[in-house]
């Protein structure tokens, strides 16, 4: 068979202290085939990269080869001196790196850089260089490439960075691109336009691709083949749009399902369980724990890669394909809605600013003339009960809003007030415990939110003993049942956050703001940082204890997909203003205000059919414009000067604004 | 190798004991933590059993015996007032230990704990401070050791405040740097957020995460204290005679190292063994604990 | 970048403020004042109040710190109270001294620390690490006199090959001082070397292990053009800090060897002045130690912004 | 290096040495060899002519008359006269320059010149020993009116003249080739300042200085038997000790100070503080055995008359005092570390406040109450008188004793040798019953010559005459 790459059986092993090594990857036979794109997804730490870099012959600092080979080409990868390994690498085999912003050298500009593989891979004469230089950088799209040139990697955002990287590896002209996870961390819009650059470049030279992601709707996007890793091994492997479409080992299955839909009311089922520890030897399916087919066999032996009828190969003990479809529907986040009427919180004319003027400027009144407010206008009421979601990209003022209402920073202008009449204008210190305890966080990140240094019990005790006054034992009994009440064992009590997976670390934190008893919680992306297969537990989680208890939520996150199930209102945010804001059924169809619109678009759903086309462009704006509409620079519906200087008219409809200055049916209109 | 800190993020029994254990098992497991803990403990003991181990007064002086090369009856010598090298070198770390020691605890704990106060603080109030800290640093604090040893008269205890008040300015960065670190962590806003005063703030959430850092901070200041005190003695400031102390028996012994080097040479030795001995063990503390020792005082 | 760096300014000149209180401010609690103080038991009657009063101490102490900075700033610290010569004049050719030997001492030391940690750093765990390592573990912790002792009585007094100790004419010339200062340079590039060297070592570690060197092998760059193109640019720069302490410790008069080389430099003047309980000799020194502190590092912050493309363009509102 | 000498002092001034030998902080090793006396001391403790080629005393001892040698010449090429001599000496004696040979050479009350080469002194009181006190290497004499300028041109008469005068650093001496005596045979002198005594021992091993002056029994150790060095041992009057403050407490009791001297084991001490044979014991007398005026008075140790008279002080659970010394004299520390031993049996507990050399003499010395000191050989008449006479001004005993200054006067006046003997007698009697400098032994000195040097001083000769000295 035609192929570039083969990775032929290879098992690499990481040492860690004086024991056995532990196995990373385990017998990974794969092919890549010129001009074709393909796919690699799995969760963290299945081994994504370790297989990627392989392919370049690179094992990591603490890896070892323990069996096998990478055959590039008829050379063996890990078996060829360094001068050709060399040649290779950045040559006919590049790698697009996961983090461009860290990848790209500190001290060099874009264009030494981008040089440095030209005169390294190619005969190009050094005079040449420099046209080749920007031409590459308009190749990858990027706007005035002659001024990039002449930057460091740090004068780019993300979105730029990561272009300079591809237009990096495409200087070495290769004939494979290797790309780790390529657009993870960027906002969605961007994530998108480098999906379609990649696309294109691809036809374009024909290259073949490696693309990794943990996401499979980024892959479902752009590859032709998908392998699924599990823990080190292949479980899957086929044509994207059978493996898409119809998955058929448990895992897949479970990935795919667990993945939230736009147009899904319902929270995605959740697989069960985490990801196996690596060890050295297998005896059982890796599997098999959180398997819902799972059987005797399943814990006796390792299953075998089958090739199924359909050419496809599965690592599964039995047919798997045959495994009943579907079935496994998450439910509801929401729950009835009539009694959701009772005010809790109101804000009104928001702005916030983190620009403190000087003592001067405050003496001379100065002090609000020049500051940029990061948030402005937000007028919300959150009734009992209720969870708003709020949504946007990064940077347009989310956090802050949740952190002006707990009282860290101070609003400029409007007020905040809970419906029992306390005030949120006032600094945390200030305010009373009462007002504390009935609003709490919850964080984005597991590993920051938690100190490492204290023991489950004394995290979760601190609030209690807090608020409530208990004694140790009352707190302690109190919190085994809180840890209960989010599915956790008593015997966590014990332990300290390092010993936690990101899912159980975010769980604790949910049960540290309930302990509490708070009438509001503020979530800030609490599912951004964890893996799809477990996000969905966590929001399954969030609805029921609203359900048990009542509280309001501020759901904060940038994926208009996450919310779709939570939310009972939505609210998109851009630059720190409202876009658009409504009951969820109606702000997920037309009319959408234009920016929601592109969001909509930008949502990458793991289906190979669906054709996302985003018209907005991906520049990052640092500040609000001065005057007029938030959006009006990358609008792509934007109808003219009125949008530069004349603030938007609020449209309302059955709760349902938009800020456009484009009539709401028109709008419908245009986006059918 | 597994780094300690790793060893309690993965290990199942645990409690602070334990924690401890798993440090000082990775400490003697790296031989330069071992070679490091070895020398501090002897050094340790020694000053604590010199007493009960000299065969001589350490100010016995004995005319017959200046200069006298090592014998059975005097394993290191004589020195050249005729007083046992052995018995004076045994001893002679008592004073400079115990005042470093102690100063050096002094040091981290009040510098450790202003720099964290200054680190969560932040704002106004902490850019202030910092510039009279680093107006402090810009003073050599070898200087204000002299200026106050000499002119205070409070003898050699007096070096106890000033080597702590001075060493302890610097252990503010430190304190500050890794505090301001931690205080942009969650789990700090969240303690913010939910109530909690600055005291619960600084002792219970921040300090359980700088205990490492200023615990390695200690140790890289304790021996860079014993080389201050080493180099005071030197320079007649610190022990007064006849108290037997390194620093002051290498400058006593230092013109008759061509026909008697044992006299200065024993002291030399012993006095770089404890410092290296210091060192070693704070790089291992460091790693153990996943702390950069701070890099070098000056 | 512009304010970055006035910023910077500014912020040295405060520190120096502070400097300036708190040099006076220590002087000040000390106990008695300059005069009872240097004239001890002598300190009574007319001797007494005619020394204070040439001192102007029966002014009270705002004002005498206002009239001394004010007087320091033009670079007029009064006269020695036990010299009787203006304190410029007596601090210039100890100073000039000092520079030459601190500078001696960096221009053999600095560059060997550097490549010193940069192999070690380099072959991080193998034999040349572990010595270069053990060796600057030894010149950090042997203190600095038995280092000196034992390289006079090597080198001046077996071997012959150079001079024991400083024997100068006070005006001595460049050349004919750095004949008789070689082990002195010898002592102090290795004390100094050390620091330097495990900075430069564990920048190199670090730097080593980032994702651009990782990104720079995988684009097929050969190592010798890694390591000078892509790491030592990043590993360098905070080497530049350290350097400057460095530097600041070298030029505030290396106390201990400056006695045991009979070198006539600021260190032994300030044992001398201290000894004298020559106040005013002590402030200057102590306020022109401060200000070579400050102005070191401030060239190497200044360095570092304008080495530091990050910084060169945005800075965090933190410095030091 | 031939024609180069290179001698090592320890700038013990801080810089402030004064070229002028007259002066509290005469610059002493260069001022030596700069100046010249009316009359030197040969081997023999006789006196020799020098600038005075005779001299007469009147009957009553209460005039001298001096000629002057002709032909000789000042560096700056003034010929010496009579007027230079008187100048000299009413500069010595003027109170306002706070000379220290002001007290040694107080009898004098006035000089004229009578004419060129002819000057008288006419004395306050009768002095049989005018020219034993005009011995002494301080009465050096400079040229009319250089008052203002001698300090730093130190322009004289003797066999070198100076290049440069660098206190700190390298002063620079050269052959006077119009010496009266003839021209030194070295032509360069470099009086090199190297405070620390450690530095010092180590330039002379590593050959970079010629001559070290005094080092201890221990020391000697160093270059004994080292063909590159040459040791001389010298028996001198130079004496080391520790003096205590008549005017201050605990010392103003003479029962205190009987009692810290009686403590001490005068041989022991030697053996500890200097080896065997680096001295010889004294018993607190400045008087040193080859002097014709010495007694001979014997000390032994006496633990309890020290206790008692302690406790009869009021002083019944020991005393403590301070001693404050310096590695100025390494020999300081060790006497200090020995007296301390000695005297703790006594119930003495003495607590060593051990500080830098530099600045010792002016910043420890005459201040604190108990303090190491250090003299070089005198005849007894100026020791007494320097160093003990009530407001001598380096009386470091602050000692005033009228039936003391009494006797000394009584002793300078009588012309009969031998009442005049145990009229000094006994002034060193009084001060070994009351006074508070504990003198207890003479050093014997021992020098070191670096090989390079010819034609060596005798071992009698305790001021080198460089002149006479020869470089290979
Ligand atoms: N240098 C190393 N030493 C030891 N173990 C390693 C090393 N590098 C990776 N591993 C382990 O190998 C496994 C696979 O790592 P890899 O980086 O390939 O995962 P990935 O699928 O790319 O994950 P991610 O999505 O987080 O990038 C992980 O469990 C990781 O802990
Ligand atoms: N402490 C601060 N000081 C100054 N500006 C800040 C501060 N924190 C945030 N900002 C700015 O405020 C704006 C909004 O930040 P915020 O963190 O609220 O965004 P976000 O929507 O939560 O983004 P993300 O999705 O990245 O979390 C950003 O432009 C950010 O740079
Ligand atoms: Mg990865
Ligand atoms: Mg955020």
Redesign the pocket.
């Known amino acids: 068979m035609d192929r570039l790459i083969h990775l032929d059986d290879l098992s690499v092993g ?1 040492r ?1 202290g004086g024991a056995a090594p532990i196995q ?1 990857l385990r017998g990974i036979t794969l092919d890549v085939r010129p001009n074709e794109v393909l796919g690699l997804v ?1 969760e ?7 297989v990627a870099l392989s392919m370049m012959g690179y094992l ?4 070892e080869l323990l069996g096998g080979d990478a055959i590039f080409d008829d050379t063996s990868m890990f078996d060829i001196t360094r001068t050709e390994l060399e040649a290779l690498r950045g040559g006919e085999i590049c790698l697009v790196p ?1 983090n461009a912003g860290q990848s790209l050298t500190p001290t060099m500009t874009i264009g030494r850089q981008i040089e440095e593989s030209l005169m390294l891979h190619t005969d190009l004469p050094p005079a040449d260089r420099k046209t080749a230089v920007t031409d590459l950088l308009a190749q990858v799209r990027l706007s005035s490439p002659g001024q990039i040139r002449d930057r460091h990697p740090h004068e780019l955002s993300g979105g730029q960075q990561q272009r300079c990287a591809i237009a990096m590896a495409l200087a070495g002209r290769p004939r494979v691109l290797l790309l780790d ?1 390529p657009t993870t961390g960027l906002d969605v819009t961007t994530q998108v336009h480098i999906l379609e650059l990649l696309k294109d470049l691809c036809r374009q030279h024909g290259v073949a691709m490696v693309f990794v992601s ?1 996401d499979l709707g980024a892959v479902a996007r752009i590859s032709d083949r998908v392998a699924v ?1 599990y823990a080190g091994e292949l479980v899957e492997l086929g044509t994207s749009l059978e493996i898409l479409k119809k998955p058929s080992h448990p895992y897949t299955r479970g990935l795919l399902s667990s993945i939230p839909k736009i147009d899904g009311a319902r929270i995605p089922q959740a697989l069960p369980g985490y990801p196996p520890k ?1 060890s050295a030897a297998r005896s059982a399916c890796a599997f098999a724990p959180r398997c819902a087919h799972r059987q005797e066999i399943c814990l006796g032996e390792p299953p075998p890669l089958n090739e199924t009828a359909d050419g496809r190969m599965v690592r599964c003990h039995f047919d798997s394909g045959n495994f009943p479809q579907g079935g496994l529907q998450g439910q509801t986040g929401r729950f009835a809605a009539d009694d959701k009427n009772e005010r809790l919180l109101e804000l009104r004319n928001l702005a916030i600013s983190y620009h403190r003027p000087g003592l001067f400027r405050r003496i001379t009144g100065q002090g609000d003339k020049r500051r940029t407010l990061t948030v402005d206008n937000v007028n919300l009421v959150l009734h009992k009960g209720e969870t708003i979601a709020v949504v946007g990209e990064s940077g347009s003022g989310k956090s802050t809003i949740l952190r002006s209402i707990v009282g860290l920073v101070p609003p400029c202008k409007g007020t905040m007030r809970m419906e029992n009449g306390e005030s949120l204008d006032r600094a945390t210190d200030v305010r009373s415990l009462q007002c504390k305890k009935d609003i709490q966080m919850i964080f984005q990140n597991p590993d920051s939110s938690l100190n490492p240094r204290k023991t489950i019990a004394e995290i979760l005790t601190a609030p209690l003993q807090l608020y409530f006054d208990m004694d140790r034992a009352t707190a302690l009994d109190r919190a085994a049942g809180l840890l209960e009440s989010v599915r956790l064992t008593r015997d966590y009590l014990g332990r300290t956050p390092d010993q936690l997976s990101g899912g159980e670390k975010q769980r604790v934190g949910i049960a540290r703001a309930f302990a509490a008893e708070p009438d509001l919680a503020l979530c800030d992306e609490v599912t951004s940082a964890l893996d799809v297969s477990v996000q969905a537990a966590v929001l399954e989680l969030l609805s029921k204890l609203q359900r048990e208890n009542g509280v309001a939520y501020l759901f904060v996150s940038h994926d208009l997909a996450t919310v779709r199930a939570v939310a009972d209102r939505v609210l998109v945010l851009y630059q720190g203003r409202i876009c658009e804001i409504g009951p969820v059924e109606a702000v997920y169809k037309p009319a959408f205000h234009p920016y929601t619109e592109a969001l909509m678009e930008a949502v990458l759903e793991p289906d190979p059919d669906a054709q996302s086309h985003v018209e907005i462009s991906d520049i990052v704006e640092t500040a609000p414009p001065g005057a007029g509409c938030p959006f009006q620079l990358r609008c792509q519906r934007k109808v003219g000067k009125i949008c530069d200087d004349t603030t938007p008219p609020a449209q309302t409809v059955n709760g349902h604004t938009i800020f456009c200055h484009i009539d709401r049916d028109r709008l419908s209109l245009l986006q059918g | 190798m597994i780094p300690a800190a790793d060893a309690i993020r993965f290990g199942t029994g645990r409690s602070r004991l334990a924690g401890t254990v798993i440090v000082f098992r990775d400490i003697v497991s790296r031989p330069v933590g071992a070679i490091g803990l070895f020398l501090v403990v002897f050094h340790l003991l020694l000053a604590v059993a010199a007493s009960f181990i000299t065969p001589y007064d350490v100010a016995l002086q004995n005319a017959d015996r200046i200069l006298q090369a090592p014998s059975w009856a005097h394993p290191m010598g004589t020195d050249s007032l005729g007083r046992d090298v052995f018995s004076r070198t045994i001893t002679g770390g008592r004073i400079s230990i115990v005042i470093t020691l102690v100063s050096a605890v002094i040091a981290a704990l009040w510098g450790g704990l202003t720099g964290v106060s200054l680190g969560l603080v932040g704002g106004r109030i902490d850019e202030w401070c910092m510039r009279l800290v680093d107006a402090f640093l810009a003073i050599p604090g070898l200087l204000f050791l002299l200026l106050i040893v000499s002119f205070t008269g409070g003898g050699v205890y007096a070096l106890i405040p000033t080597l702590a008040f001075f060493n302890g300015i610097s252990v503010i960065r430190i304190g500050r740097g890794a505090a301001q670190g931690v205080a942009v962590k969650d789990y700090i806003t969240a303690a913010r957020v939910r109530g909690h005063g600055s005291r619960f703030i600084v002792f219970q959430e921040m300090m359980p995460n700088l205990q490492d850092i200023l615990l390695v901070e200690w140790a890289m200041r304790w021996s860079w204290m014993m080389l201050a005190f080493s180099s005071l003695s030197f320079l007649g400031f610190g022990a007064t005679p006849p108290t037997p102390d390194w620093g002051l028996m290498i400058s006593d012994s230092r013109e008759f190292l061509t026909v008697a080097p044992w006299a200065g040479v024993w002291p030399a030795i012993f006095l770089s063994t404890l410092i290296i001995g210091i060192n070693l063990f704070a790089d291992a503390l460091g790693k153990a604990l996943r702390v950069n020792p701070q890099q070098g005082v000056i | 970048m512009l304010k970055v760096l006035l910023r910077r300014l500014v912020m040295a000149v405060f520190t120096l403020v502070f400097v300036a209180i708190v040099v006076f401010g220590v002087t000040e609690a000390l106990p008695g004042d300059a005069c009872t103080a240097y004239l001890g038991k002598l300190a009574q009657g007319e001797r007494l109040s005619r020394c204070q009063s040439g001192l102007g101490l029966d002014k009270s102490s705002a004002e005498r710190f206002f009239d001394w900075s004010g007087r320091a700033l033009q670079g007029d610290f009064g006269d020695s109270l036990k010299r009787k010569r203006p304190i410029s004049d007596i601090i210039a050719p100890r100073f000039r001294n000092t520079v030459i030997l601190g500078t001696s001492a960096a221009l053999i030391g600095i560059p060997l620390a550097i490549i010193l940690g940069v192999i070690a750093g380099v072959y991080r765990e193998r034999f040349s690490d572990h010595v270069v390592s053990g060796i600057a573990l030894l010149a950090m912790t042997i203190p600095e006199f038995v280092i000196a002792t034992v390289l006079i009585f090597l080198f001046a007094i077996s071997l012959k090959w150079f001079p024991a100790v400083t024997i100068l004419p006070t005006e001595a010339s460049v050349a004919e001082i750095l004949p008789n200062i070689i082990l002195p340079m010898i002592t102090l590039a290795f004390v100094m070397t050390a620091h330097i060297l495990r900075i430069t070592r564990a920048s190199v570690i670090d730097t080593m292990s980032s994702e651009f060197v990782k990104m720079a092998t995988l684009k097929g760059v050969p190592f010798r053009r890694i390591l000078f193109r892509h790491m030592l640019p990043s590993a360098l720069l905070p080497t530049i800090n350290i350097v400057a302490l460095t530097m600041a410790w070298l030029l505030s008069g290396v106390v201990v060897i400056e006695k045991v080389f009979n070198y006539p430099g600021l260190g032994t003047l300030i044992i001398q002045s201290i000894f004298d309980r020559d106040l005013p000799l002590v402030q200057a020194i102590a306020l022109m130690f401060a200000v070579m502190y400050i102005a070191v590092n401030l060239i190497a912050d200044f360095l570092v912004i304008l080495l530091n493309p990050r910084l060169r363009t945005r800075v965090s509102a933190e410095g030091g | 290096h031939a024609g180069l000498l290179r001698l090592a002092y320890d700038a013990g001034f801080g810089g402030a040495e004064s070229l002028d030998p007259y002066s509290p902080t005469r610059f002493y090793f260069t001022t030596l060899t700069l100046f010249d006396r009316l009359v030197q001391q040969n081997h023999e403790g006789g006196i020799d002519p020098g600038l005075a080629t005779s001299w007469e005393v009147s009957d009553d001892a209460r005039t001298w008359t001096f000629n002057l040698r002709p032909g000789v010449r000042f560096h700056s090429g003034k010929p010496l006269v009579a007027a230079d001599v008187v100048y000299s000496i009413h500069h010595a004696l003027d109170p306002e320059r706070g000379s220290p040979v002001a007290s040694t050479l107080a009898v004098i009350d006035r000089a004229e010149a009578l004419d060129d080469l002819t000057v008288r002194f006419h004395l306050k009181s009768a002095h049989a020993d005018l020219p034993l006190l005009l011995i002494d290497p301080r009465c050096g004499i400079i040229a009319e009116n250089s008052a203002a300028t001698i300090e730093r041109t130190g322009d004289g008469t003797g066999p070198y003249k100076l290049l440069r005068n660098d206190p700190e650093g390298i002063t620079l001496l050269i052959a006077n080739p119009e010496y009266w005596q003839g021209p030194p045979r070295v032509e360069r002198i470099e009086v090199v300042a190297i405070p620390d005594q450690v530095a010092q021992i180590q330039a002379m091993l590593s050959g970079q200085i010629d001559y070290l002056p005094s080092i201890n029994r221990r020391q000697l150790k160093l270059f004994e038997n080292n063909p590159d060095f040459i040791v001389q041992t010298i028996r001198t009057g130079h004496w080391p000790g520790m003096v205590m403050r008549t005017d201050q407490p605990p010392f103003d009791d003479v029962r205190v100070r009987k009692a810290m001297r009686l403590v001490i084991d005068r041989p022991n001490m030697i053996r500890l503080a200097l080896g065997d044979g680096g001295g010889e014991p004294a018993c607190d007398t400045p008087v040193w055995p080859g002097d014709p005026y010495y007694a001979d008075m014997g000390c032994h140790r006496d633990i309890p008359a020290a206790r008692a008279l302690l406790e009869e002080a009021g002083y019944n659970d020991g005393i403590d005092v301070d001693l404050y010394t310096s590695s100025v004299e390494k020999l300081f520390i060790s006497m200090a570390e020995v007296y301390q031993s000695q005297a703790a049996e006594a119930g003495i507990r003495v607590h060593i406040h051990q500080v830098p050399a530099d600045g010792y003499w002016t910043d420890t010395w005459m201040q604190e109450s108990f303090v190491s000191t250090r003299w070089n050989q005198r005849p007894a008449d100026q020791i007494l008188n320097e160093a003990f006479r009530s407001g001598a001004s380096w009386n470091e005993t602050y000692w005033s004793n009228p039936d003391f200054d009494h006797s000394l006067d009584m002793a300078r006046k009588e012309t009969d040798p031998v009442k005049r003997r145990s009229m000094y007698a006994k002034t060193q009697q009084i001060l070994f019953d009351e006074g508070g400098a504990i003198i207890p032994f003479y050093l014997n000195i021992n020098r070191v010559f670096s090989a390079r040097i010819s034609s060596l001083p005798s071992e009698k000769e305790l001021f080198i005459e460089w002149r006479r000295v020869a470089t290979q």
């Open positions: 990481a860690t990373v799995g963290s730490g299945s081994g994504k990269s370790t990591d600092q603490g890896l996961q996870e943990h890793l690596l």
